[in-house]
């Protein structure tokens, strides 16, 4: 199979179809319970699944035909850009019949590697809310009804700025947008320790759209590469993180829900890079750079995102429950240090300190590098 073939083979298999339309194909991110890395990312107690590629152009037009057949635009979930901006995929015709306004754009960017279509380029000039629409639309059954993007795994309201919700909780499976720490153990994670890339190395990865067949390479670098944005969304086949992830580097840069605090407090933490990373920019995007935000209401060329269907948070009152359960298990209260659990009167012995309701040993074995600590009841 040449490198053309491959490349298109994946984006295929990503995009997938059925006869209720396009589908969305997951990797299992399993190893549930991990540790976090040494910045106290990527811990997930659950195993999760994600989508492995990043959302079409064709994915989300047939959100956009679904949930406004009419063409009203509701929330703004569709911008101009998306058919004005050679980046941009996605056109409008108001004169189009109902649930057929939104097309994707024939052909691709001048300039883009051969195979390159519209259809299989990320979606881009997207806000938060707007993905976050997305996530509540499949969570509902991709309901032909604006109102199915409102309410699901977030809680919208016509939302379309401000600082971005929570998952709402419950019980069962959500599809959302990824986590902070789903997303970079799905990224960086390969079942025993952290990688510095997300294509299981700790190798610098080579930005180009020519040798797509390379090893850890990545559609990264602005002008000094042939491309002038986004390409097929799994072009690189051998650029996969452990968990089966592509482009979790380059293309467009992605959306998580975890949302940031202070002057970030409007923003969501974002992952990757983009197709305009500059090279000497690229460690910034690395399993060791510190957080970026981006505005949870910009759209922007550069930013898209990926889904994931994750165990919901149980309520509150069913949180109250099982601790009440525990408190009559005092005599057993324990911390886990490295995986290795010490009773809470070895703990005192070793002179641990008392910080509010929590217990912190002295002798926690920083190989961890977590914090070591229970909670009292």
Known sequence: MTTFTRAVAIAMACLGSSARGVTIDFATVGNPGNLANVNGWGA?????????????????????????????????????????????????????????????????????????????MPVAFVSWFTAARFANWLQ????????????????????????????????????????????????????????????????????????????????????????????????????????????MLGNVTEYTDTGGTSADAEKAQVFGGSWATPPEDLHGWNSAAPPVFRSSAAATSQIGFRVAVVQAVPEPSSVAIVVAGLAGLAALHAHRRCGIVVPVDTLHRRGASVSGRTLVDPSCSYRCRQRCSVIRA
């Not at 079409?56 to 703004?76: H, K, S």
């Not at 419950?170 to 959302?176: C, H, L, P």
């Open 140 to 247: 509902n059954g991709r309901q032909a009804s604006s109102a199915s993007m409102e309410d699901g795994t977030y809680t919208l309201a016509n939302q379309t700025s401000g600082a971005i919700p929570g998952r709402k909780p419950g019980t069962g499976s959500r599809v959302a947008l990824p986590s902070r720490d789903e997303w970079y153990k799905a990224a960086f994670y390969d079942g025993a320790a952290y990688r510095l890339w997300p294509c299981t190395t700790n190798n610098t990865p080579t930005n180009t759209v020519v040798d797509l067949v390379r090893p850890c390479a990545a559609n990264f670098g602005g002008t000094v590469t042939p491309t002038i944005g986004p390409i097929n969304v799994g072009s690189y086949p051998n650029s996969a993180s452990a968990y089966g992830l592509y482009d």
């Open 44 to 120: 997930v107690p659950e195993t999760f699944t994600i989508s492995r590629c990043e959302t079409t152009n064709a994915q989300f037009t047939e959100f956009l035909n679904t949930v406004d057949a009419a063409g009203t635009n509701p929330n703004g979930v569709y911008t101009s850009l998306m058919g004005s901006d050679t980046i941009g995929g996605i056109t409008f015709n108001a004169a189009a019949g109902s649930g057929s306004k939104y097309a994707v754009k024939a052909g691709a960017p001048a300039g883009s590697p051969a195979g390159t279509s519209y259809a299989t």
